[in-house]
């Protein structure tokens, strides 16, 4: 939207003009008086008239600053001291005094005793802004005459840029282009001014015009996370990370690890996840707990341990429940397809995972809580427990869970969610074990549990938002296959060939993903294959 | 893309505001951002978005992130009206058009925060009436009103706000204060925001009085609000 116009000896501004009345009044066209009084100069014609006064309003960025009009003409500018001059000159003086003067100012009286309308050109620079840079990586702007110029870019003759010093960007003259790569001491965001001093066509002998920029340049967010260890005084304190392997000859492996987030890391912090896993070996049930304790939550992180913990114990405590016969008959004949049996195992499962695990672990919570003289929502924490066991016809996996996060099977090629992961209207929201309306609504409670037989079991996952919202996103993306492929890509060839794959999986959850930097918690049971399975019976 | 945590700042630029006022909130504002640049957290996550009013009402900067934003220039009428009202209703558009909310398909931002700073009161009162309830509605994750100087309303500013501040003077010092106050509190939203609808402010440094106390606001009709033990089964 550059405007350049033709003036004839000067352009008049009200002498009274302040600050910060700037872009509207002055983009108005001019007063006929004006016009009037340029065309009678010089006859020089007004090819666009609106003229932002102001074309480097929207550069302005840190502190404001008076704003110096480009030199005077200088003894060859052939200043003359007519009384619309000095009018001029009181204008500038008064921009000068004033702390957001506008920047341009910069229509330098030419007289026109040279008697030469060339001469008195005047261009007007856009309100282009220079992008904001960012600390070490590349920064370039090409075609910088026409974003700052437009239509006017062919009447400049030459230019060069001020204050480019120690920004690590360069004016590549040639190729009318900024360049380099900017850098910052210590991380300190920096603002970078600078000058565009511009000749006009045929003008060469003047004095240049001023034209100011600035832009900022933003520190690399990576260079910025402090990693400060957690104070081990504070109550309930926990490691910033943790792992764990279990391994069952003939069964599978199952893998745990929990990282503190950067976001607790720099502010030194504790870690708010949990985790527990388990294998039982009598009856062959292996179990994954996950529990994200909320970050509004003072003492989540003991919120957390508690669900592990207890949620662990009141398992073990079902496991004759859960083996009984009953139960076992009825997953044998949901495995041929009765509905029924598929009702009464549904049944089941709601009893375990209701009555016999998920509200005593909540009343556990409440306890700890008055004991401690504290609030239960000071131990808020999401809980997802999944549990699995072979069967003749397959793994038998189910699952509860409260608050977001996900557990999944990944078999036969196919995704299989077993949880839906709680999310409020806005990123970061959720629902809690320690929350009333989870345990009012029995309906939806029914439907927090989830149970399959799965054939080729690739891998069972339990894993806290700390990794979803990274990897998944959405629950839409959470039932996605391509998605599901990335994710366990990464998991397996990172735990391909390792000793220790636990510690191996600790490492790959430092992955980054900006944004993301909450608590990393993920357990992965990875069954042995039935190849290596016969091998082994063998 | 990484989630945000939109920021609307709405700012008065009525005819009292003009010189060293405004020239003092911009001295503010910058301060803001360049501490908010140093916070990786905020430089990520933080969106920034200014609507003005006086006489007019303006959507000056449109949500930008912060790694992107320029301060852009303020202008001033001479006199007229504080169309504090028309500001809303503004708003309330902006956020309905741009904060995005979550669905099974779409990862939704944080929840946004909202600062009102004026040295008057609203003289488009009706409509000022009109358009709270809806403002307050968008269940922001706080609402803050800055009343600076002696003739600045407090009283429509708590009808509005979960926290309302006042500043004695209208200088630089303590609008630097107050932007500080702001920052500090948009970095602490943007790293411990989350689980519950509301975000814990740290205390206003001494330039600037807290008129309300803080307090955590919860939101009635939020699905997701926190336990309230006084109806939890264990209670009863």
Redesign the interface.
């Known amino acids: 939207m550059a405007s350049f116009r033709l003036f004839g000896c000067f352009r008049k501004k009200p002498p009274n003009q302040t600050v ?5 009044e002055n983009t108005s066209t001019p007063d006929p008086d004006e016009i009037s009084q340029q065309q009678s100069c010089s006859n020089s014609e007004t090819l666009d008239s609106p003229q932002p006064e ?1 074309p480097e ?8 600053e008076t704003t110096q009009p480009a030199e005077d003409p200088g003894p060859t500018g052939n200043e003359t001291t007519s009384p619309l001059d000095t009018h001029q000159r009181k204008d500038s003086e008064e921009e000068t005094s004033t ?2 003067a506008p920047a341009d100012s910069i229509t330098p009286t030419h007289s026109s005793t040279e008697a030469d309308q060339t001469d008195s050109l005047t261009v007007t620079p856009t309100e282009y ?1 220079l ?2 840079g ?1 600390d070490g990586e590349p920064y370039r702007v090409e075609h910088l005459k026409e974003k700052i110029f437009s239509d006017a870019a062919s009447e400049i003759l030459t230019y060069y840029i001020e204050g480019l010093d120690e920004s690590g960007i360069t004016l590549l003259e040639n190729e009318d282009t900024l360049d380099g790569i900017p850098t910052l001491i210590d ?3 920096k ?1 970078i001014q600078i000058e565009l001093f511009y000749h006009l066509r045929n003008q060469e002998r003047k004095p240049p015009f001023k034209h100011k920029l ?3 340049i ?2 690399d ?2 260079k ?2 402090k990693n400060i260890p957690s104070n081990r005084e504070k109550p309930y304190w926990k490691s910033d990370e943790d792992c764990e392997l279990l391994e069952e000859p003939g069964s599978g492996r199952l893998i745990a690890a929990s990282k503190r987030g ?2 607790h890391a ?2 030194g912090t504790c870690r708010d996840d949990h985790y527990a896993i388990k294998y039982f070996h009598q009856s062959g049930w292996w179990l994954s707990i996950v529990a994200d304790g ?4 003072i003492y989540s992180r003991k919120g957390a341990e508690i669900a592990c913990t207890a949620g662990t114990k009141l398992f073990e405590d079902s496991i004759p429940f859960l083996d009984s016969e009953q139960l076992t008959n009825a997953i044998c004949e949901y495995a041929e397809g009765s509905e029924s049996s598929k009702n009464e195992v549904f049944g089941k499962l709601q009893e375990l995972f209701i009555k016999r695990i998920g509200y005593p672990v909540c ?1 556990e919570i ?1 306890e700890h809580a008055k004991t401690s003289s504290h ?3 000071d131990y ?1 924490t999401t809980f997802l427990i999944s549990a699995w066991k072979k069967t003749p016809d397959g793994w038998f996996v189910c699952a509860f869970s409260i608050g977001d996060g996900g557990i999944a099977v990944l078999h036969e090629s196919e995704i299989t969610p077993l949880n839906k992961g ?11 074990l ?4 989870v ?1 009012e609504d029995s309906a939806a409670l029914r439907n927090r549990v989830k149970f399959g037989l799965f054939k080729d079991v690739h891998g069972i996952y339990g894993m806290s938002d700390g990794i979803t ?1 990274p990897y998944f ?4 993306n959470f039932s996605q296959l391509e998605k599901w492929h990335k994710f366990t890509e990464e998991i397996d060839s990172h735990l391909a060939q390792s000793a220790s794959p636990e510690k191996r999986l600790l490492d790959w959850m430092d992955f980054w ?5 909450d608590d990393r918690t993920l357990t992965v049971f990875q069954p042995v294959p039935p190849q290596t399975q016969r091998e082994e019976n063998a | 893309m990484s989630r945000r945590l939109p920021v609307f700042l709405l700012l008065d630029t009525s005819g009292s505001m003009r010189g060293e006022p405004i020239e003092s909130v911009k001295v503010g504002l910058t301060t803001m951002l360049s501490s908010l640049r140093r916070d990786p957290s905020a430089l990520e996550s933080v969106y920034i978005s200014i609507i003005t009013f006086d006489r007019e009402v303006k959507e000056l900067i449109p949500l930008t992130p912060l790694d992107a934003f320029q301060l852009p220039d303020f202008t001033t009428p001479d006199s007229g009206p504080t169309h504090l009202g028309e500001a809303l209703e503004t708003l309330h558009g902006a956020v309905l058009r741009d904060v995005k909310r979550s669905t099974p398909t779409q990862k939704g931002d944080w929840r946004p925060l909202l600062f009102i700073l004026t040295d008057g009161k609203p003289s488009d009162s009706a409509r000022f009436k009109e358009w709270t309830p809806k403002v307050c509605a968008l269940t922001f994750g706080t609402v803050v009103g800055c009343a600076a100087g002696i003739k600045a309303d407090k009283s429509s500013l708590e009808t509005l706000c979960d926290h309302v501040v006042s500043l004695d003077t209208m200088d630089s010092a303590s609008f630097e204060q107050f932007f500080k106050w702001v920052s500090a509190s948009v970095a602490a939203g943007s790293t411990s925001m989350g689980a519950t609808s509301s975000v814990h402010l740290p205390p206003p440094p001494p330039e600037v009085n807290t008129v309300i106390r803080p307090f955590r606001f919860s939101w009635p009709h939020s699905a997701y609000s926190d336990v309230s033990e006084k109806n939890h089964p264990i209670k009863q």
């Open positions: 910060s009345t700037t872009n509207e102001n309003a929207m550069n302005i960025e840190e502190e404001s702390l957001t802004a992008p904001n960012k991380n300190e965001p603002v600035r832009f900022a933003n520190p967010p990576q910025l996370w950067r976001s720099h502010e909320a970050g509004s939550a009343l409440y609030k239960a929502k808020n709680d999310e409020g209207e806005f990123s970061g929201e959720t629902i809690f320690t929350s009333n309306n345990w919202d996103e959405t629950e839409h993903s900006p944004g993301n930097h």
